[in-house]
């Protein structure tokens, strides 16, 4: 990792499928957080053309339109990689020399209507990666195709993985990338303010950066979508771990907002150097999580407890 990376998390307000609108303003961001010193600026899920709609199953639509008609523009409104949005915003890192991790929409390039919820990495060089959504919650599943990939990505900023969203829910899915040696994770949402009961609250991000960077030992950039759409108003209140779980910066707004960061290296390896959590893994004692649930454990039938740990003899009065 570079001595000290500079990081701006861009809380857009992405405008509900308007793709050349959000390109605009996604390119504005990047030349004034580049004129600000930034080299990493991160935006939310699916900023290029917005959510879907409904969230969840029995939910209602944030718009006018019937879901039929809903789908079909969300399908239209959706582009390749490469595509505008890559290509538009490939020439700002390339003339800025900064990097880019945003989400997509990403209609597959060979078979039409099929998409992928993405995360794509930008830098000078133009595309470097792109990872596809690989938990989708609710409704996403009838728009997107899940991925199957967990890739890290060198850069001279440092390595870089991506989480979409609900991938940050399973500690699983960020320990694969920081075994495979990440040592940023750009997580980006869109998730939205008071959706039901049992929906978490605002302060959610703070606690997940704190969390998945603690127990990582890296940078844990989480990035949420602001604004609103239809009748859903995004939480916002982005936030970012430090390796020992330290939040470096937080938004506290769900409007539009940037959280700007220095990230240092010599943080992560202070961290690590002192409480190395790679060095005191027991991978051999984790077998279970790799088996389907309903094999997860089976209790042994034949143990006698009694015998393996008898009742302490009395003491004679």
């Given at each position: 990792?570079?001595?000290?990376?500079?990081?701006s998390?861009?809380?857009?307000?992405?405008?509900?499928l308007?793709?050349e609108k959000?390109?605009?303003?996604m390119?504005?961001?990047?030349?004034?957080e580049?004129a600000?010193?930034?080299?990493?600026?991160?935006?939310?899920?699916?900023a290029?053309?917005?959510?879907?709609?409904?969230?969840?199953p029995?939910?209602?639509l944030?718009c006018?339109?019937?879901?039929?008609?809903f789908?079909?523009?969300?399908?239209r409104a959706?582009?390749?990689?490469?595509?505008?949005?890559?290509?538009?915003l490939s020439?700002?890192?390339?003339?800025?020399g900064?990097?880019?991790?945003?989400?997509?929409?990403?209609?597959?390039?060979t078979i039409?209507?099929?998409l992928?919820?993405?995360?794509?990495l930008?830098?000078?060089?133009?595309?470097?990666g792109?990872?596809?959504?690989?938990?989708?919650?609710f409704?996403?599943?009838?728009?997107?195709?899940?991925?199957?990939t967990?890739?890290?990505?060198?850069?001279?900023?440092g390595?870089?993985?991506?989480a979409?969203?609900?991938d940050?829910?399973f500690?699983e899915?960020?320990?694969?990338?920081?075994?495979k040696g990440a040592?940023?994770?750009?997580n980006?949402?869109?998730i939205s303010?008071?959706?039901s009961?049992?929906?978490?609250?605002?302060?959610?991000?703070?606690?997940?950066?704190?969390?998945?960077?603690?127990?990582?030992?890296?940078y844990?950039?989480?990035c949420?979508r602001?604004?609103?759409q239809?009748?859903t108003k995004?939480a916002?209140?982005s936030?970012v771990?430090?390796p020992?779980g330290?939040?470096?910066g937080?938004s506290?707004?769900?409007?539009?907002?940037?959280?700007?960061v220095?990230?240092?290296?010599?943080?992560?390896i202070?961290?690590?150097s002192?409480?190395?959590?790679y060095r005191d893994?027991?991978?051999?004692?984790?077998g279970?999580l790799?088996?389907?649930?309903?094999?997860?454990y089976?209790?042994?039938v034949?143990?006698?407890?009694?015998q393996?740990?008898p009742?302490p003899?009395?003491?004679a009065e």
């Open positions: 990792m570079k001595e000290q990376v500079r990081a998390v861009v809380q857009f307000a992405t405008e509900w308007n793709l959000n390109i605009e303003r390119c504005a961001f990047v030349a004034a580049a600000e010193g930034s080299e990493l600026i991160v935006f939310p899920e699916l290029d053309i917005g959510y879907i709609t409904p969230v969840a029995g939910g209602d944030d006018e339109m019937s879901y039929q008609e789908c079909e523009r969300y399908v959706a582009s390749p990689i490469p595509g505008p949005a890559t290509d538009a020439e700002m890192t390339r003339r800025h900064v990097y880019v991790v945003v989400g997509l929409a990403q209609r597959d390039a039409p209507g099929t992928y919820n993405s995360g794509a930008i830098g000078p060089s133009g595309v470097i792109v990872h596809h959504k690989v938990h989708l919650p409704n996403e599943k009838l728009f997107f195709y899940p991925g199957n967990a890739e890290v990505w060198k850069t001279e900023l390595n870089i993985g991506i979409v969203c609900y940050g829910r500690p899915f960020p320990r694969v990338l920081a075994v040592e940023i994770i750009c980006i949402w869109a303010s008071g959706v009961d049992v929906s978490p609250g605002d302060d959610t991000l703070k606690h997940r950066a704190y969390t998945r960077a603690q127990e990582n030992g890296l844990y950039i989480n949420n602001a604004g609103v239809g009748k995004f916002g209140r936030a771990g430090a020992n330290n939040l470096i937080c506290e707004t769900a409007e539009e907002d940037v959280v700007r220095t990230l240092s290296e010599s943080d992560l202070g961290y690590r002192y409480l190395n959590v893994r027991r991978p051999d004692m984790y279970v790799c088996r389907p649930l309903s094999q997860a089976v209790p042994p034949d143990r006698n407890l009694e393996e740990y009742a003899a009395s003491v």
